[in-house]
DNA sequence: ACCCTGTGGAATGTAAACAATAAAGCCGGC
DNA sequence: GCCGGCTTTATTGTTTACATTCCACAGGGT
């Protein structure tokens, strides 16, 4: 397995690589929201030239995660409050479109691939493990909206969610959250095996709504606590 | 004026203009679909370093209009058949959830603006301009979207659009179209002015399922009609 | 004290050279 | 005559070098 790991990395340029690092190193928070994305440093940092480094920022800036201004170079983006509302509102509805059309094509396999998905998420809220968890509900709406048969829809989803999860990773840190969560997934699977369209779809949006609910208050107690914020601020990427 | 237009041109990067000029080779046929990018001779074209022609064929990867392979470049991509469809069910969901919100928010300025686009559209048909129709076509269908107030939804619709139109040219080829077509940006006009938003979903996503007729009959007709197709696939970009 | 302007440095935009990869053509064997 | 492997060649991936732009800071004037 180890010579096709191996084999799988040699076979993607060093942009690819490059624009790993570098989301690894926004989402660590190393480049904070804001910074510009110095490109011999990086370079430097990451052993390679600056071309990989200039492909891998714009691939970044269309996928949201920084914009580039001509002749300045590559900044950071956040999502505004303002924006993660958008797109919870986007996500809602094709989510909910999503689940209606399912609702009238699920197979009994997509069905139980469903099921063990909610199941094992039900495992890891007992057995307290929310990152686990997290990857089961990410595994589970992306099941939903790949299932419903729109490639276009589903790749729409999965790049806001992206965008999304910069924010939101902490959103089911609350241990009641996740529970909650997982019986609206229920919910929802059910009205799906019931064949009933018009419920999915209101199930599927209420459970977006919820998220973007859980979301918003996680912000707020996350302003609430300043953490040692200023801090990280300052950390930069140094030669 | 033309000093404003000189430095606005000057004020881009050579990509933008490189994207902008493939956009068109593309567009025109000059680059027929499955065509190779040669970075060398577009570049030589162009008159300009590889290094523009990359970024903006990477760009151009985004926007979908064509695929790039590691170490064997970009290649301009076709939509299938089956991709239109689902593009133009994704965009009928987003343009009734639209014409939903619109529906309950909808300023007199913004009725106003609809209006007077709608009736320029008639006035186009009448005055036998189909490429006016078109342009007012895709006028309404965007200010609906940026009058709806999700900046996300609107950009994802945008962009999608703009991956149809590289097929749906000539969907409104046939007279009667143009016609059908605006009666039913009318109505939509009405339901939304009205405040139904239940109607207005309707009526917007009936609205995509009809664009999507006219279109399937136009690609038919297309189709059984042959053209000099052979001799525009050879067409190639040569030093 | 404030603002404006000119200069210096640093970072990006662009171009040209180098390396590595994949496709095409050629040759020999069967 | 056809197929498989090798060699060649063209093309992309990457690095390096050069040109241009912007920002910060110092200096002088108001």
């Known amino acids: 397995m180890s010579t096709i790991q191996a084999a799988r990395e040699a076979a993607q340029s060093l942009s690819s690589k490059v624009q790993a690092a570098l989301e690894a190193l926004i989402w660590?928070?190393?480049l904070p929201p804001g910074a510009r994305l110095n490109e011999v440093t990086l370079a430097r940092q990451l052993g390679v030239s600056r071309g990989p480094v200039r492909e891998a920022a714009r691939a970044l800036e269309r996928t949201g995660l920084v914009t580039v201004i001509l002749n300045r170079g590559a900044f950071v983006r956040t999502l505004t409050i303002d924006e993660a509302m958008q797109i919870y509102e986007?996500?809602?509805v094709l989510f909910g479109s999503a689940a209606a059309r399912l609702a009238v094509s699920c197979t009994g396999e997509q069905a139980m691939a469903l099921r063990?998905?909610?199941d094992r998420m039900d495992q890891r809220i007992a057995g307290g493990d929310p990152e686990g968890f997290f990857a089961g509900n990410v595994e589970f709406h992306e099941h939903v909206m790949a299932f419903s048969g729109n490639a276009a829809m589903e790749a729409v989803y999965v790049d806001h969610t992206r965008k999304l999860s910069m924010l939101r990773r902490r959103s089911?840190?609350?241990?009641g959250s996740m529970a909650e969560a997982n019986a609206e997934h229920r919910r929802l699977l059910e009205s799906i095996l019931a064949g009933d369209a018009a419920s999915a779809r209101q199930?599927?949006?209420?459970h977006t709504r919820s998220g973007r609910a859980r979301f918003l208050t996680a912000i707020a107690?996350?302003?609430?606590?300043?953490?040692?914020?200023?801090?990280a601020e300052k950390t930069r990427i140094n030669a």
Do not use: H
């Open 172 to 175: 089911f840190d609350r241990a």
């Open 203 to 206: 199930l599927a949006e209420q």
């Open 221 to 231: 107690y996350q302003e609430a606590q300043p953490r040692a914020a200023t801090a």
């Open 28 to 30: 660590s928070g190393a």
């Open 116 to 118: 063990a998905i909610v």
């Open 90 to 92: 986007l996500n809602s």
